[in-house]
């Protein structure tokens, strides 16, 4: 149901002139909660409606009817509603309303024979429904009135049996009535009552939150909310239930800040550390604050190197106290944290970054690049370059030219590899890539910039800042990428490639992809290694493989990618430690991580060769996307919340384990089939705490299990055993 923008409307009587005389009736009378209701056909007419015949041509004496005379039929059955209708292929009803906003609920079918109609309301084309001998749809939609009369618009088979109108009424009185900091810390809002209202619902934002959320029901008109905090500005709305269940719009909005800007805000704390944790929980403490009130606590799984603390932070405790358990850690992989104190004047700084975690750390950095031996180096000074091996190779003012240059200068024929160092920063056309032979090292220290073509992206356009084609033993230390090219590295059909520590920051284009496209009977490319890869702003995938046999991958952090984080296609024995994906694919189907293309497939069977320690999502469209036969895959944790499509959809996936963490919502995890494949099936997700979402199989898969599942304000929906 798409719901437009409500306003209050205006009451009156209407005058009905029919056939047998004049009948006056309250239409839309102040204070009636009753409907306008339509009866369309030659049967006999169901109580409470108006009769509307092939004949009942419109005129403003009526107030109601249709623009020409169209067929009607009587089955006789199944009720006086049903049993008769109108037809034709291209007609309209109208009826003259007040200006405002209307709920409809529209009948069409025949208990005879099979319909298809289409309607436009008030110009907006709602679509074709349809209903088999014997069954009626019933369609319900919301529309605004603005020139006094509604119009509907009726097409196809044109059948309609039966329509129902709703004013819709608005609330525009919400104010604030109190707000309290302490000892108590409350909002309350209120506003003028409906008669019309059975509930009320109240949604709030809180500075910070992407949208309004629901946060409690009320039958009065004022409701406390308990819940505010000191130091947050919040927006509240409402909007009211009748007794036949439609929900009005959201009045207008209230802001509230919980702040007394007589009181002065304190410091940060100081001395935040980490005193204790264990594989499940860590214990944080810190120093005390004069004129404190309480202390929150923030955490993040995003490293602050890479990103804005208060961007990424989700604030988990509040307490009076010097000291703060963290219960809910599902990860060995890093998780950062910062504490705040507050009073009625607001909130402090922020405290230093404390962090632990133990397993390997990735450093993000680039401080490593350069050192030791080397075979040539290119050099900037100003704006131009100089290449040495052995002697001065090329100077000019082409970092293209100068990068190229110096890996031609290297060994011809060589059989080990052979080290290249850029040493400074410039700018390439995206019509051009380095190209990197066989046994080739190629380190980056400072920024290529790819000055974009303007062409969108494409997969035809080989063209890289970097690009390996048919070698072996290549590695790229470091490199960092802004700009628009159509790739930032392109691997084809090649062995033994390592990327080290690769940040691209583009502005368009496709991150990395690895393939061996040019024949997909073979997989053309093995034995890959990638450490680290920060990737953000492509219009494509970060990073994408296809056609990979054997790749190991340390982390991969996405943001904002247009498409995928990481996307697998037709790859096996894929071993990634951690994925981060921050609104990666954000309006799309797309996901943090995402497999396709039968990957996974091996010898005909799906047995487990896609490995993955955890995948780490916020925002974007999807956490985890399994489609197309792909498989074989075992996650060891997940932590996924706020994604705009499902958390994780499997579709057509096989043997797929995801082994334990959380998803919060506010969206599902999906099992899912289309019927051109075979079924979804072998899927286990065990000790997931699952936080304001929902589990749906539908249809059902073959030996899908869910165990050990956590249900914080969550429900299941599954076929098999939970």
């Known amino acids: ?218 039958s009065e008109a004022r409701f406390t909310d308990e819940t505010a905090e000191l130091g947050y500005t919040y927006r509240y709305a409402v909007s009211l239930v009748t007794d036949v269940g439609i929900e009005s719009a959201r009045s207008n909005e209230v802001t509230v800040t919980m702040i007394d800007d007589n009181v002065s805000v304190p410091k940060s704390p100081g001395g935040v550390k980490v005193t204790s944790h264990s594989a499940e929980e860590a214990t944080l403490a810190w120093n005390e604050v004069d004129d404190a009130v309480r202390y929150y606590v923030y955490r993040t799984r995003y490293s602050p190197e890479q990103f804005p603390i208060e961007d990424v932070t989700e604030k988990i405790g509040v307490t009076d106290e010097l000291t703060w358990t963290d219960e809910q850690i599902f990860s060995p992989n890093p998780y950062f944290y910062v504490v705040k104190a507050v009073n009625e004047g607001g909130l402090s700084e922020n405290s230093t970054v404390v962090s632990f975690q133990d397993e390997k750390t990735y450093s993000g950095d680039f401080k490593g690049c350069g050192q030791g031996k080397f075979d040539a180096q290119v050099l900037q000074t100003g704006k131009s370059w100089r290449v040495i091996n052995k002697g001065v190779v090329y100077t000019g003012n082409d970092m293209h030219a100068a990068m190229q240059a110096a890996v031609d200068s290297l060994t011809p024929d060589r059989t080990k590899q052979e080290r290249v160092i850029v040493r400074g920063s410039g700018t390439i056309p995206a019509d051009k890539s380095v190209e990197l032979p066989s046994h080739t090292s190629f380190e980056v220290c400072g920024t290529i910039h790819v000055e974009g073509t303007g062409d969108p992206f494409d997969y035809g356009n080989h063209n890289a800042a970097v690009r390996i084609r048919h070698v072996e033993n290549v590695t790229v230390p470091y490199l960092q990428v802004t700009g628009r090219p159509n790739f930032g590295i392109f691997v084809r059909t090649s062995e033994n490639i390592h990327l080290g520590q690769i940040d691209l920051r583009l502005d368009g284009g496709h991150g990395i992809r690895i393939d061996s496209r040019d024949n997909d009977d073979v997989y053309g490319v093995r034995n890959v290694r990638i450490d680290d890869v920060y990737v953000t702003g492509t219009s494509s995938h970060g990073v994408e493989t296809y056609g990979v046999d054997g790749i190991s991958i340390g982390r991969v952090t996405a943001v904002h990618t247009g498409y995928s984080g990481i996307l697998l296609n037709d790859t096996i024995n894929a071993d990634i430690d951690v994925v981060y994906g921050y609104g990666a694919g954000t309006g799309t189907g797309y996901a943090a991580f995402r497999m396709a293309n039968r990957n996974g497939h091996v010898d005909d069977e799906y047995s487990a060769n896609i490995h993955v320690g955890e995948v780490i999502a916020r925002g974007g469209g999807r956490g985890i996307f399994c489609v197309s036969r792909s498989g074989g895959a075992v996650i060891e944790r997940v932590d996924i919340a706020g994604t705009g499509s499902n958390s994780m959809l499997i579709e057509n996936c096989y043997n797929i384990t995801i082994n334990g963490g959380v998803v919060e919502g506010p969206n599902d995890i999906r099992i899912a089939a289309r019927a051109e494949f075979p079924n979804t099936a072998n899927i286990l997700m065990q000790n997931i705490r699952l936080r304001n979402s929902s589990i749906l199989e539908s249809p059902c898969g073959d030996n899908v299990i869910f165990r050990d599942i956590t249900l914080e304000n969550s429900q299941i929906n599954a076929c098999g055993p939970s």
């Open 1 to 218: 149901m798409i719901r437009k923008r409500f306003s209050m409307f205006v009451l009156m009587t209407v005058a009905l002139l029919v056939s047998s005389g004049l009948f006056a009736m309250t239409a839309l009378a102040e204070g009636n909660e009753q409907p306008l209701k339509f009866d369309f056909g030659n049967g006999p007419t169901a109580d409470g409606y108006l009769d509307v015949t092939s004949t009942t041509i419109y005129s403003e004496e009526r107030g109601y009817g249709i623009n020409k005379s169209v067929a009607e039929r009587d089955r006789g059955e199944p009720d006086d509603l049903k049993r008769d209708f109108l037809l034709d292929g291209n007609y309209e009803f109208k009826v003259d309303l007040p200006n405002g906003d209307y709920y409809l609920k529209l009948i069409a079918g025949d208990n005879i024979a099979f319909n298809r109609s289409r309607f436009t309301i008030e110009g907006e084309n709602i679509g074709s429904f349809t209903s088999n001998a014997g069954q009626f749809a019933e369609i319900t939609h919301t529309t605004t009135v603005s020139d006094g009369q509604l119009n509907i618009q009726i097409g196809d088979n044109g059948r309609i049996n039966g329509l129902e109108i709703y004013p819709v009424p608005e609330i525009t009185s919400l104010d604030v009535s109190e707000v309290s900091l302490a000892p108590n810390t409350y909002v309350q809002v209120s506003w003028d009552p409906n008669e019309l209202a059975q509930s009320y619902k109240v949604f709030r934002q809180k500075e910070g939150e992407r949208s309004f959320s629901h946060i409690g029901d009320t």
